[in-house]
Structures are given as C-alpha cells and as structure tokens.
C-alpha cells in the first residue's frame, strides 16, 4: 500500500497560493521549486480532511474542498497524490504554524518554506512540481475549466 499524499489548489487575490521551496538540501535534484500546499494524511483522517488540515498549517487560512481535481501515482514516492481545488473561507495568508515552520532540527535539509501568492499568467514561468500537475492546471485554466 502506498503513502497517499494529498494537496490543495487554491486560487485567491487573482493568483494561485504555493509554497516556494529555498535551500532545500535534501534533493539534490532541486534545491529551489514551488509545490501545492499539502502532505501526508495522519491516523484515520480522510484525505479532504488532511487537504483542509494541512492548509491550516501551512497557510494560515481555513478552506473548504470544492471537488477533486487531479490524481498522480508518483513511482518515485510510492505515493498516490490527490490534488483538490479548494476555495478560501478565512484567515491570514502566511500565518501557518506548522511543524515544517518551528525550526525543529528534522526540517533543517528541507530548506525553507515560503507562502506566496503567485499571479495565474506566471505559473508558467515557475519550476512548479509535480510538473504533471502544472501542465495540467495551466491546460484547464487556459479552457476555462477552473
């Protein structure tokens, strides 16, 4: 059985929110990307329940699922990500208070974690990953999908 990770896409103030990844010294792929907030689902939660829980901690901002929008099995991971299109209810953007933001020495190889907003039209432009996944958001923005 493999891990499930779940993600949140959540458009507001007329861009996307993403967490631009810095330093990250783990990978030695990528040291620098921006990725869907997210994570693993902790014991008995369903995965819109961890999308919302992990949202909270890492925006700062209470959303509510929409619907689903994507499913990736990643080989590389052994994980299957699910990716839901959330709508922002409240809260302060960038206010999160999760275990990646408390400098706990665990973290110290995943480098650093910044909330940002990112205009729609630049999406393109980012190391966005899974890159999958941005080639399929920009696909259903540009359809008007979402």
């Not at 729609?120 to 941005?134: A, G, H, T, V």
């Amino acid at each position: 059985m493999s891990r499930i990770r779940v993600a949140g896409i959540i458009f507001m103030n007329n861009g996307i929110a993403l967490m631009h990844r810095k330093d990250v010294i783990k990978r030695k792929d990528y040291q620098e990307y921006y990725t869907f907030p997210g994570g693993g689902l902790e014991e008995g939660e369903t995965p819109e329940e961890g999308t919302i829980r992990e949202i909270k901690e890492e925006f700062g901002i209470n959303v509510k699922i929409v619907k689903k929008l994507y499913e990736m099995q990643s080989e590389k991971f052994n994980q299957l990500e699910i990716f839901y299109l959330c709508e922002y209810i409240s809260g302060e953007f960038g206010t999160g208070d999760g275990p990646e933001f408390s400098n706990d020495p665990q973290y110290i190889d995943s480098g650093k974690y910044l909330p940002e907003i990112i205009d729609k039209k630049e999406i393109n432009n980012l190391l966005l990953l899974p890159s999958e996944i941005k080639e399929k958001l920009i696909e259903d923005i540009k359809s008007g999908k979402i």
